[in-house]
């Protein structure tokens, strides 16, 4: 399997592509902001030919190029119906001071939006893409596995030492620990994490040290990040 990835604009979102192998059709997982250079390059350097874009969650960190992405292709883009608002209305996924920020940004949805669902198995690219839903940082947060449970790619959900933050609208501490059991725990210790921010790391690695995955959580999530 091929997997290359880049950290994509001013929030260094981690944007990937995924293939059986070189030469052959890919998958684009969370195309952030100035994503669409690097993700071009990926293709031409790997020669391959995309057919759907990913997307973990709605903030527009990850979401930022996804239509002139699919456009380009003329591919359509997979999301979770409880973020698909935030294709159109980045500024939603922020609070306060954050959203004034984006309140002049124009972004929109591509021309083909399919909505994902929790446990679905999708058939892209030669792969099966394994769906969790996964809310907590937002409504709509999803994790994408391959193949038998040997790569996750988290979003923004788990980071190496970290998790997703949950005081923007639609995050929630409970249900991210209750996501983060449900749908980390469970799975092997070598299981690869490839997060939305930051190294990627292992399942049995965050269990053995992040403090957001021992059983004496603390009593917050992280009010920091993104």
């Known amino acids: ?18 293939a059986p192998a070189a030469g052959e059709e890919c998958v684009i997982v969370d195309p952030g902001q100035d994503a669409t ?7 031409r350097e790997h020669r391959l030919k995309p057919v759907a874009v990913l997307l973990t969650h709605g903030h527009l960190d990850h979401v930022w190029s996804v239509a002139p992405v699919c456009g380009a292709r ?20 922020w609070s306060g001071t954050s959203a004034s920020l984006f309140g002049d940004l124009q972004l929109s949805e591509p021309d083909d939006v399919r909505e994902l669902s929790d446990g679905a198995v999708l058939p892209l690219a030669g792969l099966e893409f394994v769906v969790d839903h996964t809310p907590g940082h937002t409504r709509g947060s999803v994790s994408f596995r391959l193949p038998g449970d040997a790569i996750m790619f988290a979003g923004d959900l788990l ?16 249900t991210i620990l209750r996501s983060l ?12 994490v490839l997060p939305g921010h930051g190294p990627q790391t292992t399942i049995g690695r965050e269990r053995a040290a992040n403090p957001y995955l021992k059983e004496a959580a603390p009593h917050a999530g992280p009010t920091r990040g993104i």
């Open 1 to 18: 399997m091929l997997i290359a990835g880049f950290p994509a604009g001013a929030f260094q979102t981690n944007c990937y592509v995924v």
């Open 37 to 43: 250079q690097g993700v071009e390059e990926l293709l």
């Open 159 to 174: 980071f190496a030492g970290s998790i997703g933050r949950t005081d923007l609208p639609g995050g929630d501490y409970a």
């Open 74 to 93: 003329d591919i359509p883009a997979w999301i979770h119906p409880d973020d698909r608002h935030l294709l159109s209305d980045p500024a939603a996924g």
């Open 181 to 192: 059991a449900a749908k980390c725990l469970t799975l092997p210790d070598d299981t690869v």
